[in-house]
């Protein structure tokens, strides 16, 4: 039974920092890529990130570029989000996402259940 368990959110200040995981099982990580979307309230999914497990190849969106950084450890069957210089408008409930492919698409077949990150002074 494939699983993926976000942890990590809270309540930081702008500027902070936080580090999200991502805890798969079921599945070898080792063959597919892991993708970090964000829902805040009100708004559509969004994509903010994506790692391949191949070349380990990295995508990011606009907004976070040069703030966030994904990683993987798949001998942890983990996948991480590393997020600095947070702002307001960082704040949402973020998924991680297992692709159907060893490369980022647009075909992700499983979710977490989210993680709050909330970014408040």
């Known amino acids: 039974q494939v699983q993926l368990v976000e942890s990590g959110g809270g309540l930081v200040q702008p500027g902070g920092s936080l580090r999200l995981s991502c805890a798969a099982s079921?599945?070898?990580?080792?063959?597919?890529?892991l993708g970090w979307f964000r829902q805040a309230p009100g708004k559509e999914r969004e994509g903010v990130s994506c790692?391949?497990?191949?070349?380990?190849?990295?995508y990011y969106a606009d907004s976070v570029k040069g703030r966030f950084t994904i990683s993987r450890d798949n001998a942890k069957n983990t996948v991480y989000l590393q997020m600095n210089s947070l702002k307001p408008e960082d704040t949402a409930v973020y998924y991680c996402?297992?692709?159907?492919?060893?490369?980022?698409?647009?075909?992700?077949?499983?979710w977490g259940q989210g993680t709050q990150v909330t970014v408040s002074s």
């Open positions: 790692i391949s497990s191949s070349d380990r190849s990295t």
């Open positions: 079921g599945f070898n990580l080792d063959y597919y890529a």
């Open positions: 996402a297992k692709s159907g492919y060893y490369y980022c698409s647009y075909d992700y077949d499983y």
